[in-house]
């Protein structure tokens, strides 16, 4: 048989064919396209934070964990990469709540100033500020995603430092109107300075603030009641820490339900006709020894400049200096 | 003109091109599935009724030694992941304080252990340990997935605890049979235990619980760390490595190697869990490719998007042929020894 025109044109069809399906499927998967490879759509979040080894903790110096398995947060224990992408999934909303009145209000600024550069930067936050003087609040320049409400409140002697008010006002704003619009609540005093971030590592469901003092080893007598000092931890003396009334916080429904408890144990004070920041910190103290915090927030999250620590690696948050003339 | 020859010869040639596209195409993977295989839309649409999740439970009053800030429990091991999730390991909790606020719950936990084919040997043992050890105290379910009921041994079980055996097809390799423990977990969740229980655990039925496994377990989603690699860094996990698969994870990422023996959670994000895993596994049969380690492979490629929320150590899913590093302190959870090659046929 001769090999003519038509057998070359057959054998270059074949061979055209041919390629058409090596070209569309490869025989070997090596050579597929890469594709997007995450279900997800996430998967270029990658731990940042040095690779966690399990053989390795961080911090060696101190307890990252209570016993009842609640993440105590340190400088160096988190990374806010990961729990930023874990926040942003849910859209979540946070909400500030904190009160300023009488001679107090002079705090106002340095406070929304510092938070609204240093709390939850670059997530919403809402503001809610309890006030008797709404004319003296000075308008700051918030972020764009940040909201400030301004609410009237009644003001009495001593009010500031009585706890009765701002649980009660606390308990029936959440259920009136807070409910509906954060899903996070945190309570923070007013003389304070944001000095360093305060992220996302401090959303949970109920979570507190170990005070400063209980850092040193002398401080952790005392609350252990061998020594005098600082009031122990519940009057009981059976604390697992102290926790400080100056910041605190949760989800919507915790924080209501801890108003709505101490709230009902400051009502039974009254009758006594006590009213102290003290005993604020005391009924916080005793309401967290039985709902104990879901995680607790180091010291560096409230610390008391007074002192000093080579625990604590950055001050996020500390009480406003004021002069001896202040009280 | 075209000559009879010709057209034989081409049509010829033609076949022989047809036949290798189509044999190149099937054979690029070790299990080949019928394109008619689809998922199955009655469990992607069922909707679970489940209860409420609690979040704080109220502790009642108890005298134990104060917990100290200066004084860590455990330096020798991370015991809180970067994204905040407790580690457990022996000495980080008090398993006082925990049951104290978890017994006056009422919880029931569930347990589901697949014995197919031979693997029905393991549940006797596997029974009388759970019994001595596991959630001692609590309400239990055991569901045994098994392919002949009659094989599971009527135990006696204490009070509180109830065992019922699921029907449960055998498949043609154990790998098949690895993989769709997910479809039969979220089928069963949605039918069943999803209505029974409020936490729930898959564990391997090859293994034997040697030590207390308590409340301290009990978590949203919880994941163990695998006993072969957790103290090697992670580009050695095995992890899939080959982009073509849903369970991919490039180099360069990844937390930890987490051990497909165990792992649970609420029931409701159990469901969600294994059904999406079952997803990303049925994604991998329609381009025709196998994770390197089944359905672990999906498990982890799962956590490191959606990070479980509590870890369990080693100590929870051991490996008896390890030597115990000086880490472990207590085994809690272990493999039976067995001859695999005789068991998986």
């Given amino acids: 048989m001769r090999i003519t025109k038509l057998h070359g044109l057959a054998i270059l069809v074949t061979a055209g064919i041919a390629g058409a399906i090596w070209y569309h499927h490869p025989f ?147 259920q009136r109107r807070l409910q509906h619009e954060v899903d996070y609540l945190f309570s923070m005093d007013i003389d304070v300075q944001l000095l360093a971030h305060v992220g996302v590592e401090i959303i949970d469901a109920l979570v ?77 103290n005793k309401y967290l020894l039985q709902h104990k915090p879901t995680r607790l927030l180091s010291p560096e999250y409230y610390w008391d400049t007074e002192l000093s620590s080579s625990l604590i690696h950055v001050k996020r948050m500390c009480p406003v200096h004021k002069d001896s003339s202040w009280h | 003109m075209i000559s009879r020859k010709l057209l034989l010869t081409s049509l010829f040639c033609l076949g022989v091109v047809a036949a290798l596209a189509i044999w190149a195409r099937a054979g690029s993977g070790k299990v080949h599935y019928l394109p008619y295989y689809l998922p199955c839309p009655e469990i992607f649409s069922m909707k679970l009724q489940y209860t409420e999740e609690k979040l704080i439970q109220l502790f009642p009053q108890l005298f134990y030694q104060q917990p100290r800030v200066l004084v860590p429990k455990r330096q020798d091991v991370l015991t809180v992941t970067p994204w905040l999730a407790p580690i457990v390991w022996e000495g980080t909790f008090d398993p006082e304080i925990l049951d104290s606020a978890y017994r006056p719950l009422n919880l029931t936990i569930g347990v589901t252990a697949f014995a197919i084919g031979k693997y029905t040997r393991f549940v006797r043992r596997f029974l009388e340990s759970a019994e001595q050890h596991f959630m001692r105290g609590y309400q239990v379910n055991y569901y045994i997935f098994t392919d002949s009921p009659a094989s599971v041994p009527s135990l006696q079980l204490q009070p509180g605890r109830s065992l019922a055996t699921v029907p449960m097809a055998k498949f043609s390799s154990w790998q098949e049979i690895s993989m769709r423990r997910m479809e039969a977990i979220s089928r069963h969740v949605a039918q069943v235990s999803g209505r029974e229980v409020q936490y729930l655990f898959c564990l391997d039925v090859d293994m034997v619980f040697h030590n207390p496994w ?51 959670g609420l029931v409701n994000k159990v469901y969600e869990f294994t059904k999406s895993c079952h997803m990303t596994i049925l994604a991998d049969k329609a381009n025709g490719i196998m994770a390197a380690w089944q359905e672990e492979s999906h498990l982890n490629r799962h956590f490191l998007t959606h990070k479980p929320s509590k870890l369990l150590s080693p100590e929870y899913i051991w490996d008896d042929r390890k030597p115990k590093p000086p880490e472990i302190r207590l085994i809690r959870f272990s493999t039976v020894d067995k001859d695999y090659k005789e068991v998986r046929n």
């Avoid at chain 1, 009644?154 to 606390?170: N, P």
């Avoid at chain 2, 490039?250 to 937390?255: L, Q, S, T």
């Fill in chain 1, 28 to 174: 070997s998967p090596s050579r597929d396209q890469e594709r997007a490879n995450s279900p997800g759509g996430d998967s270029g979040l990658k731990s940042d934070l040095h690779e966690a080894s399990l053989t390795l903790p961080w911090r060696q110096d101190v307890l990252v964990l209570t016993p009842w398995l609640a993440p105590i947060v340190w400088e160096g224990t988190f990374s806010r990469d990961i729990l930023n992408a874990q926040y942003l999934q849910k859209n979540l909303v946070t909400g500030v709540v904190t009160f300023a009145v009488e001679k107090y209000v002079q705090f106002i600024e340095g406070f929304m100033t510092s938070a609204n550069k240093y709390f939850l930067a670059g997530h919403q936050v809402n503001f809610y500020l309890f006030t008797d003087s709404p004319e003296k609040v000075s308008h700051v320049q918030m972020s764009p995603e940040n909201r400030v409400f301004v609410i009237p409140v009644q003001s009495g002697s001593g009010w500031q430092d009585a706890c009765r008010s701002r649980m009660h006002i606390l308990s029936s704003y959440i």
């Fill in chain 1, 208 to 284: 507190a603030t170990i005070s400063s003092w209980q850092l040193s080893p002398q401080h952790d007598d005392r609350a252990q009641g061998t020594q005098p000092g600082p009031p122990a931890a519940s009057p009981e003396g059976h604390g697992d820490f102290h926790y400080t009334a100056s910041f605190y916080g949760g989800s919507v429904s915790e924080v209501y339900k801890l108003s709505t408890a101490c709230f009902g144990g400051v009502m039974e004070d009254r009758e006594i006709g006590i009213g102290a920041r003290g005993h604020h910190e005391s009924l916080l």
């Fill in chain 2, 214 to 264: 308590g409340p301290e377990t009990l978590g949203d989603m919880v994941a163990a760390i695998h006993p072969g690699y957790f103290t090697v860094p992670r580009e050695q996990f095995p992890y899939e490595r080959r982009s073509s698969s849903a369970a991919f994870i490039p180099e360069g990422e990844g937390d930890f190697y987490y051990g497909g023996a165990v792992f649970g």
